[in-house]
């Protein structure tokens, strides 16, 4: 507090002290009022997002059930996984297929015979056309670019050699040995390799259908092939697309001559159980949250920050109502949730009976998914509540928006209450300055007074 710079000098009060007693008490009502509102809205708030969240996870759940559309997911086995895997979409038709595995694509790769002298091995000039199925690029070799290593890196790097073709050298004990290695596979694929001018040393690398002795084919040009249902496909990669509508079959390795596997799409309960499991949890956790933001211990009477809030009631009734109800418009065995083993517990959470949901999911797969994914289905109507609940222009939302804006305006007020303190303050300090001043003047003219009937009653006696 401003005042003195050494109170209570002249009569012995502690200035500064009653002055703080004063300033507190008078500031105490006002502080205690918005220490109280602002606690109030702050724990509010953190309990209206809190619940939002929860209320946006459970909301999150129901993406994978609240249409037909994702019931529409296929399942998809292969027999023998080492020679080939499978994967299908939801336009894959349900059933098994027997598949055999003829040949993998293999891309085609040659060998020229020995260089003597290695990669410095003077080969010759002019220019070298490589082709690699319908698809050609060519370079020029001269006199100070004509060794077997040169010839390598003008092949690797000749602009319309883009991912066509790549040349090594392998070193062996006869000698330096030019590979040529196509990048994509499959019959197309072919390598042929021309000269043409300069001195005709080029002709020992040349490659065609009728000239093949300058070469070892290391690979050969193939296309995978596989008969499915007993037809056959051939591919230029080791991956089928139409082989069946909406399967992908991928070879890993060539089998043994004439054996037979198998390809299984079916419908896919696995993931739609574990996603029915996920919504019983999500629903449970919010049910939880619920229980708990609306929660009274009658032994150290704390009430959780939204007991007896009507919102809260109200979203809490809505959902249950729609998890409940059975749907309206399905005609077959499964209208409800309880029929596929889905019950309401004394709390309020769900219970889930895996082995009866497994039964519906294998006795009536497109009942299950209509129960959930329907016009009318329990997920599509409660992500039609939640998204109204969860909408920016919610109850929770404005709610949350107002009570933000009053946390805002206390503050405000916080500022103004201490700003006032320090005026109340300041004048309690004047007046109680004013009052010691007082008290030591009453002090001095008390001593002055005393000296002098002293002197008085001294003269009498003499």
Do not use: C, W
């Amino acid at each position: 507090m401003a005042g003195l710079t050494s109170q209570g000098i002249g009569s012995g009060l502690d200035v500064a002290g009653l002055v703080a007693k004063l300033v507190a008490a008078e500031k105490a009502p006002r502080q205690a009022q918005i220490t109280r509102a602002q606690t109030t809205a702050v724990t509010t708030i953190s309990a209206l997002a809190t619940l939002k969240g929860a209320m946006s996870t459970f909301n999150d759940s129901l993406a994978t059930l609240k249409t037909e559309e994702v019931f529409s997911a296929r399942s998809a086995n292969s027999s023998a996984p080492e020679v080939f895997t499978v994967s299908a979409s939801s336009a894959a038709v349900t059933g098994s297929y027997d598949v055999e595995v003829e040949n993998l694509a293999s891309a085609h790769q040659l060998t020229s015979k020995a260089f003597a002298q290695g990669a410095g091995t003077n080969v010759g000039t002019g220019t070298l056309s490589v082709a690699v199925g319908d698809k050609h690029f060519s370079v020029t070799l001269d006199d100070t670019h004509k060794t077997l290593a040169q010839i390598r890196d003008a092949i690797n790097s000749a602009s319309d050699n883009k991912d066509l073709l790549r040349a090594t050298i392998v070193n062996a004990a006869d000698g330096a040995h030019l590979v040529l290695s196509a990048q994509s596979a499959g019959e197309a694929n072919k390598i042929s390799v021309s000269q043409s001018g300069g001195d005709g040393g080029l002709s020992k690398l040349e490659y065609g259908p009728t000239l093949t002795t300058n070469y070892t084919e290391q690979r050969e040009a193939k296309d995978a092939v596989i008969y499915v249902a007993g037809f056959k496909h051939t591919s230029k990669t080791n991956t089928f697309e139409n082989a069946i509508d909406g399967v992908s079959i991928t070879l890993l390795k060539a089998d043994e001559e004439n054996k037979t596997r198998t390809l299984t799409i079916d419908k896919d309960t696995a993931s739609t159980t574990a996603r029915v499991k996920k919504f019983v949890e999500s629903y449970n956790a919010l049910e939880k949250q619920i229980a708990a933001l609306r929660s009274y211990d009658p032994e150290t009477k704390k009430a959780g920050p939204l007991i007896g809030d009507a919102m809260m009631r109200g979203i809490e009734t809505d959902l249950r109502s729609k998890l409940t109800s059975a749907v309206g418009g399905l005609t077959g065995t499964f209208q409800s949730l309880a029929s596929i083993g889905i019950t309401t517990q004394k709390d309020g959470t769900l219970s889930l009976d895996s082995a009866k949901l497994g039964k519906a999911l294998n006795a009536d797969f497109d009942g299950v998914a209509k129960l959930f994914g329907s016009e009318n289905g329990v997920a599509k109507r409660l992500a039609s509540s939640l998204d109204t609940f969860l909408a920016a222009d919610a109850q929770i939302s404005t709610r949350t928006k107002t009570l933000n804006a009053k946390s805002v305006s206390l503050q405000k007020d916080q500022a103004a209450l201490e700003t006032r303190m320090i005026e109340v303050g300041k004048r309690y300090n004047a007046q109680f300055n004013a009052l010691d001043s007082l008290l030591a003047n009453l002090g001095s003219q008390s001593a002055f007074l005393t000296q002098q009937l002293s002197s008085i009653s001294k003269i009498g006696d003499k």
